[in-house]
Nanobody, 116 residues
Framework: QVQLVESGGGLVQPGGSLRLSCAAS????????MGWYRQAPGKQRELVAY???????YYTDSVKGRFSVSRDYDTHTVYLQMNNLIPDDTAVYYC??????????WGQGTQVTVSS
């Protein structure tokens, strides 16, 4: 059993920054991928970014150059540094982890709202 607990969401003005954190606990095996999805109102959930245990990363086109994903292997924590936020980044962000990029474990979600 694996639990993912997110933190760091909130309200920020356009151009601002937020850092999301997600800590994994429980029986952690084959957690090769850790990353983030998001779901905006009325839209499908989309993959935002992930990091592989071999340190390779992926970003969806809309966040390239603005978001950065990193991972602390000692604490089983993944981070998403979000800079230069825009209103279209408003969504519930979900931590995801598992043996592939569409991992089997999910966090409860944290709201990010970008608004002036």
């Amino acid at each position: 059993q694996v639990q993912l607990v997110e933190s760091g969401g909130g309200l920020v003005q356009p151009g601002g920054s937020l850092r999301l954190s997600c800590a994994a606990s429980g029986v952690i095996v084959r957690m090769y991928y850790m990353g983030w999805y998001r779901q905006a109102p009325g839209k499908q959930r989309e993959l935002v970014a992930y990091i592989h245990s071999g340190y390779s990363t992926y970003y969806t086109d809309s966040v390239k150059g603005r978001f950065s994903v990193s991972r602390d292997y000692d604490t089983h924590t993944v981070y998403l540094q979000m800079n230069n936020l825009i209103p279209d980044d408003t969504a519930v962000y979900y931590c995801n982890a598992g043996s592939d990029p569409h991992g089997e474990y999910w966090g409860q979600g944290t709201q990010v709202t970008v608004s002036s």
